[in-house]
């Protein structure tokens, strides 16, 4: 199987980084970063780098499914076909809905617009790039009259300051943060992050301002108006704009004396937003109140300068050209007649869409008001991932037709399908992506797809085929696909904007295979185009409601990926967070009685869950930090988004989903326990469990109220049991004939259990039933402390020991003990190590 590497892109972020990926065995690979791609250079980070340990076929959806029967692929085919169908002749076009993802590639995401808005004859197709990219979509929109990113990579490393806006960097585009850095090293490019927590990223920034939730409209107007003073800005504003403009930036006035002197004295600035920015009810303000600073100030579409809006997925770039929002049709056109009717022409078809369909909150209500009947997911986990996702789910339940198109068999939104048709996942995959700079690199196939899974693309055109649309969705190679959306981008040069793809409308299938990265628009696509100033208006804070004290935030980890269909395969991604910790500020924690370690309830006006309680500084007083990615298949608790409601941006449509009010109280578990099990199973009657990969198994962490049921956690097998009075514990180890290790269970009232990661890595091993018991070796390896560099499995103690023998800096941490070495992610956390110990020391 060994052969040459395949060039392809990563599965994860909208970086895109270029891998390099050498099969070694039937669904085994080799994932080096790819030198010559210009995203990265060579550069991956955790998630890109442990790639090869989420190829496996557990738990893969490999045929589909009506129900629970596995079916041939014509039977379900047929099925979606006449349920389609049978919803368009009773009920309309608008019955029908499309959620889709950036996810998706191009081409799938090209075949599912065309399939929606030319042929079933609604625009009632969405994505998930409606909580995650809408705004920026909508401020480019108001800006640019075009949905365009000004902004290269290059310019980061030309710029000399960079103010990340609402972005963790560090963790959500480590690649992106390793380039900067770098040019920091290189020129003395100065770092601002402007985000509530202090972030990792925000902890390596030159100036960190904790700006309020939800504060940046006020900071970025107040900050333009005191460059208006300075006379920096040039050019005309609509009447009044001046005006608008707030002069109360909303924080400590000497850190905003410093990013006013800063931005006022450097015209290479990057202005780089993300979540913060875009996932808020004032999201498309935010944006807009970012880009006119840099057009009245002339800081755009030069090198080194320009506001820059990070994509989130891979595709989400890619979604955005082809028409995957409601709001716009493909190619980057709208819904005037001209452009319904140009693309009508070019589809040839009879069915076009009218004008925008449903967001994705507004179809979700429309599933749930009985309006929208058949639904059709892919490459997305709505059940999870929507705001309010309680509401979410019953609308679905009640919804006559839930079809998803999945890689995982058993996911949240998957339950509450009636028929699972089974993808390609990456590795699979053919086509090509857009990243964050509007480069087009393409994903490769690596393995031969497993099972009965098919290319989203030939999913949709079979079921196009059996509506009576064969002719438009004759496709048998993905590059027909690519050739039919380039040559369209005719359309979009027709109507003024600066998406072009003629020139690969005449690639061959040969050209296609061997197609390099490119980027379109060039560097500067808006250069010498008409760019607007938008007047946008601070809008002073909802109060929080009665007996909600909180405000709470929900983000990203570092080592996971969205719902963990795929990161939480990954034994060593789990290394860095293992449960969704609710993270609060230590004088909020005292007041509300929390500890460290315990376990908390959160609750809204929409729903509640439980979180393990940290208790971090860099939190403010008064907001909550919950990540957003544990679902019902990897735990009873943990579920962000039960907690924010449907509140949208009144432009963009895209849910607030990082200030809602909240409260929070402790909970006081009877016993706690901690389970090594090989297989996946689901604890019944416990107050908490959260799952997390180990090698070959699983680590279950547990609590519980009623008196814990031993038997329905542990599988069959030999039962070896001690109970430990000195620490109060039960201890309990099964095993097999072979004397190998199939679980071992660890439950106490009020002791302290022992630590997980060397019994976690007994599973399947053959060994002493007494080291088991124990949980320990017999000559027990050095404690390492909390996993850092989750390359080399380097701990805190290992770290320590290096900074005790005087390593004072990251590179001799890694000289000492091949911390961050390898892909670079725990550079930040050990830099921040650093300092603690020092300080220490110091002291
Ligand atoms: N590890 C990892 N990387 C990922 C992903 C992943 O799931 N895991 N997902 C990818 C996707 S799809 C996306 S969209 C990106 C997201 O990348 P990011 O936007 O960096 O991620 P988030 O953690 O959602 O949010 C960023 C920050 O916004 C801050 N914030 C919250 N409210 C405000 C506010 O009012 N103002 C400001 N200024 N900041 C605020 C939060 O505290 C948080 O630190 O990451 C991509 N990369
Ligand atoms: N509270 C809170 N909620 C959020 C956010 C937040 O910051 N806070 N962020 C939002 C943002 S920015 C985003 S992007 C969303 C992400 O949310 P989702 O899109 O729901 O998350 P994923 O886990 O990436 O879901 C992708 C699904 O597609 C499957 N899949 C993977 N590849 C393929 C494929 O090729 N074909 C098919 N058919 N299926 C595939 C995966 O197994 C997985 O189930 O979450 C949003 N929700
Ligand atoms: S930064 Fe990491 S997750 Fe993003 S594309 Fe690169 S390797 Fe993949
Ligand atoms: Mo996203």
């Known amino acids: 199987m060994t052969g040459a590497a395949i060039r392809t892109t990563c599965a994860y972020c909208g970086v895109g ?41 557990d738990g893969r959806l490999l045929t589909p499914m009506l129900g629970d029967t596995a079916v041939e692929w014509d039977a379900a085919l047929d099925a979606v076909a006449d349920r389609l169908r049978d919803t368009i002749e009773q009920h309309g076009p608008d019955a029908v809905a499309f959620y889709v993802s950036g996810q998706l590639l191009t081409e799938d995401y090209y075949v599912a617009n065309k399939l929606m808005k030319g042929f079933v004859g609604s625009a009632n197709i969405d994505t998930n790039s409606r909580l995650c990219m809408a705004s920026a979509v909508a401020a480019h929109n108001r800006a640019f009259a075009e949905d365009v990113v000004p902004v290269s990579y290059a310019d980061l490393e030309a710029a000399d300051l960079i103010v990340l806006l609402g972005s963790n960097t560090a963790w959500c585009h480590p690649v992106i943060w390793q380039r900067i850095e770098a ?67 909303g924080i400590d006035p000497a850190l905003f004396a410093t990013l006013a002197d800063w ?24 944006g807009n109140a970012i880009l006119n600073l840099h057009i009245a100030m002339g800081r755009i579409n030069a090198p080194g300068m320009g506001p820059f809006s990070m994509t989130g997925q891979p595709n989400a770039m890619g979604g955005r050209e082809v028409g995957g929002l409601a709001n716009m049709l493909a190619c980057h056109l709208g819904f005037s007649d001209n452009e319904l009717r140009d693309v009508a022409g070019y589809w040839n078809t009879a069915n076009i869409c009218s004008g925008p369909g449903k967001k994705a909150v507004d179809m979700f209500r429309a599933i749930d008001e009985g309006r929208i009947k058949f639904l059709w997911v892919m490459a997305t986990n709505p059940a999870v991932s929507m705001p309010d996702a309680g509401f979410v789910r019953a609308a679905m339940a009640k919804c006559p037709t839930v079809v998803v198109s999945e890689v995982i068999a ?51 055109s079979q079921v196009a085929a059996r509506m009576g649309w064969a002719e438009a969705f ?55 185009r008409a760019m607007k100033l938008v007047p946008v208006t601070a809008r002073a804070r909802a109060p929080l409601p009665e007996g909600y004290d909180f405000r709470l935030n929900t983000g990203r980890y570092r080592d996971q990926w969205h719902t963990m269909t795929r990161t939480g395969l990954a034994p060593t991604l789990a290394l860095h967070r293992r449960e969704p910790l609710l993270e609060v500020h230590p004088d ?27 208790i971090t500084d860099a939190q403010r007083r008064g907001d909550l930090f919950v990540p957003m990615h544990w679902t019902d298949v990897m735990g009873n608790g943990g579920r962000a988004n039960l907690l924010p409601g449907q509140h949208v941006d009144p432009v963009s449509g895209q849910p607030g989903f990082k200030n809602t009010p909240a409260r929070v109280s402790p909970i006081t578990p009877k016993w706690r326990a901690f389970l090594v099990h090989r297989d996946v199973i689901a604890p019944a009657g416990v107050l908490w469990f959260s799952r997390s990969a180990v090698k070959g198994g699983w680590l279950y962490e547990l609590a519980g109220t009623a008196p814990v049921d031993i038997d329905a ?127 220490a020391s110091d002291a």
């Open 17 to 57: 980084c270029g891998i390099r990926a050498e099969v070694t065995g039937p669904r085994a690979v080799t994932i080096r970063g790819d030198a010559d791609h210009p995203a990265n250079f060579g550069r991956l980070c955790s998630k890109g780098t442990h790639l090869g340990e989420t190829v496996g076929l």
């Open 183 to 249: 040019a920091r090293a290189a020129r003395g490019t100065r770092i601002v992050v402007i985000d509530p927590r202090r972030t990792e990223t925000a902890e390596q920034a030159d100036l960190h301002i904790p700006v309020s939730p939800d504060g940046d409209v006020a900071l970025f107007g107040a900050l333009l108006a005191d460059m208006r003073a300075r006379g920096l800005t040039e050019g005309d504003a609509p009447d009044g704009f001046w005006d608008s403009l707030p002069r109360d930036a």
């Open 263 to 286: 931005v006022a004295a450097t015209p290479r600035m990057v202005t780089v937003f993300s979540m913060g920015a875009n996932q808020s009810v004032s999201g498309t303000d935010k």
């Open 410 to 460: 058993d996911t949240d939104t998957t339950r509450l399908a009636h028929i699972r048709l089974p993808a390609h996942g990456w590795g699979e995959k053919d086509g090509t992506v857009t990243n964050s700079e509007r480069r087009i690199s393409r994903q490769r196939a690596l393995f031969p797809a497993p099972g009965q899974a098919r290319a989203d693309w030939w999913i949709m």
């Open 474 to 528: 004759a496709y048998t190679h993905v590059a027909e696909i690519w050739r039919e959306y380039a040559a369209m981008t005719a359309l979009s040069v027709r109507h003024g904007k600066a998406l072009d793809l003629t020139p690969q409308a005449a690639v061959t299938n040969a050209e296609y295979e061997e197609m390099t990265p490119f980027q379109w628009g060039g560097a500067y696509p808006m250069d010498g």
């Open 588 to 614: 909020d924690a005292a007041a509300h009685d929390l500890s460290d370690g315990g376990l908390a309830r959160v609750a809204t006006l929409y729903g509640e869950s439980i979180f393990r309680v940290t």
């Open 713 to 839: 956690l542990l599988p069959n097998g030999t039962r070896l049991e001690v109970v430990d009075t000195t620490r109060g514990m039960r201890r309990f180890a099964i095993i097999d004939n072979n004397k190998t290790l199939l679980a071992a269970l660890y439950v106490t009232r009020n002791g302290t259990l022992p630590p997980r990661d060397w019994i976690a890595a007994q599973l399947g091993a053959p060994g002493a039933a007494t080291e088991w018991l124990a949980a320990r070796p017999s000559t027990p390896a050095p404690d390492r402390g909390a996993i850092v560099c989750v390359c080399h499995g380097v701990g805190t103690n290992d770290i320590a020991d290096a900074v005790a023998q005087g390593a004072c800096s990251v590179a001799a941490i890694g000289s000492a003990t091949k911390a961050g070495t390898n892909c670079g992610s725990c550079r930040p956390a050990l830099s921040r190590l650093l300092a603690q110990m020092m300080e």
